[in-house]
């Protein structure tokens, strides 16, 4: 059968513009559709904009820390509008440039909904367009609970457009994004509460990681109020909001931001028309090579559910790519050893096993740790301090994970990633030569181990 495309990639996120541009340039004929967001989530809603909103919050520190080494800053001010004006534009530019990326490569972009017909047909605004095989690259949507006065809250998706910046906001939930909001709010001078319902945020992390950034959360002033839950909302008289909480109390505000999770972006794609099945959490179930149970039908990225990370999604992108139409270059994704950051204020940088993990996979372990003031802190009134820890394999001396708290947290750690992923041993850590005077150069001077 003759089909009028050899891949079909519907979603233009970052796995999907991946996948679509390496198979166009391995010489497939490829069609992309876009029904949003040139680029996805990461550069919309997600990463990119969130870390210039991170970057903007953090000059009220930058201005508080100045007079220690000898400036007098003016009064300064901050305004929203300009920050999300500037946002907006950064964005467009990013857009032109995956368009440029797409079409350059050769790919055929369609900018409308796709539906399957069926396991080689998709329909585009009323258009048909056949495929040998389609990649499901939709990605998440943000999730909020179907509590009374729901349609009061926001998301992250609407965080970024908001027109100014609240006085007061409740920001529920305790994963990345949750803490990462209530840091840039708070930072830019908004009255924060984060609100999470387990006994601390930032589950799956190391412990020293999570106790050690809610204490540096309650320094800055962060309100961080653990198991409590918000049982309805209801709108005031004046415009502003009352959460009443499970436990009966009350809050005030002006905005209260849920992000309380991402569901698979899945809403009218048409599965119902192939034999793609999906797992008891609702993610398309894929094999190894990301293969659903329909022949013809591949997916990556977050609705498969596995690791929900932009650069993870783009190595399943290249997976697919090259094993579709570059097979002797074909290698598995391998998803040990992923660093990651949480761009709060102070910032988490971490990879490999947390403490609790390797404990529980059977490890001897040592653990070395480290917290200090930053020396940029030294000449300030500040009392930030950092941490940092090692994770060791007592019996081979294998360097299992590293985890830290403290600015440029993400930075540090994507070099330290690599000496993980290459096996290295705390001997190797204790024999390179540090970069004096710097934090990183803590991770290669910890000597006694704590436990």
């Known amino acids: 059968m003759t089909y009028d495309f050899d891949l079909f990639v519907i979603g233009a996120g970052s796995g999907g513009v991946r996948a679509a541009r390496f198979s166009a340039g391995y010489g497939a004929r490829v069609a992309v559709a876009e029904s949003r967001y040139l680029g996805g989530t990461c550069v919309n809603v997600g990463c990119v904009p969130k870390k210039l909103l991170v970057y903007g919050a953090q000059f009220a520190d930058e201005f508080e820390h100045a007079e220690g080494f000898g ?73 909020i609970p179907d509590i009374p006065g729901h349609e009061h809250a926001i998301n992250s998706n609407q965080a970024f457009f908001l027109d100014e910046l609240p006085r007061r906001v409740l920001v529920v939930g ?151 139409f570059k097979p002797d270059e074909y290698r598995k994704v391998d998803y040990r050893m992923i660093p990651t950051a949480v761009f709060s204020l102070p910032n988490i ?41 090692l994770v060791v394999d007592a019996d081979t001396d294998r360097v299992l994970g590293c985890h830290m708290v403290g600015p440029d947290a993400g930075e540090i750690v994507q070099g330290l990633a690599i000496a993980l992923k290459a096996g290295a041993t705390k001997q190797v850590f204790d024999e390179t030569i540090g970069v004096h005077p710097s934090a990183a150069e803590e991770f290669v001077t910890l000597r006694t181990p704590v436990n």
């Open 71 to 143: 400036w007098t800053p003016g009064q300064a001010s901050f305004s929203w509008p300009t920050l999300i004006a500037n946002k907006n534009r950064e964005i467009e530019r990013l857009n032109g440039i995956y368009r440029k990326l797409l079409v350059g490569s050769g790919v055929t972009l369609l900018e409308g909904h796709a539906r399957l017909l069926d396991e080689h047909r998709v329909e585009v605004d009323g258009k048909t367009y056949s495929a040998e095989r389609i990649l499901i690259a939709t990605g998440g949507w943000p999730h």
């Open 349 to 389: 940088g971490t990879v490999g096993l947390s403490e609790e993990q390797a404990r529980e996979a059977g490890h001897q372990v040592k653990i070395y740790e480290s917290r200090f003031r930053p020396m940029k802190l030294t000449l300030t009134e500040s009392d930030e301090r950092t941490l940092m820890k």
């Open 174 to 324: 305790g994963g990345y994004i949750a803490v990462e909001f209530a840091s840039i709010f708070n930072g830019l001078g908004a009255q924060t509460s984060l609100l999470y319902r387990g006994e601390l945020f930032l589950r799956g992390f190391d412990n020293s990681l999570r106790t050690h950034l809610h204490e540096e959360l309650g320094k800055r002033g962060l309100d961080v109020q653990f198991n409590t839950d918000i049982a309805r909302i209801d709108k005031q008289a004046d415009g502003s909001l009352q959460a009443t909480l499970k436990d009966g109390r009350t809050l005030e505000a002006d905005c209260i931001f849920y992000a309380t999770g991402r569901r698979p972006m899945l809403d009218n794609l048409g599965l119902e028309n192939t034999g793609v099945t999906l797992d008891d959490k609702g993610y398309i179930e894929v094999d190894d090579e990301y293969q659903t149970k329909a022949p013809s039908i591949l997916a990556i990225g977050d609705v498969i559910g596995r690791v929900q990370l932009t650069p993870v999604a783009l190595a399943e992108g290249m997976a697919v790519a090259r094993r579709l």
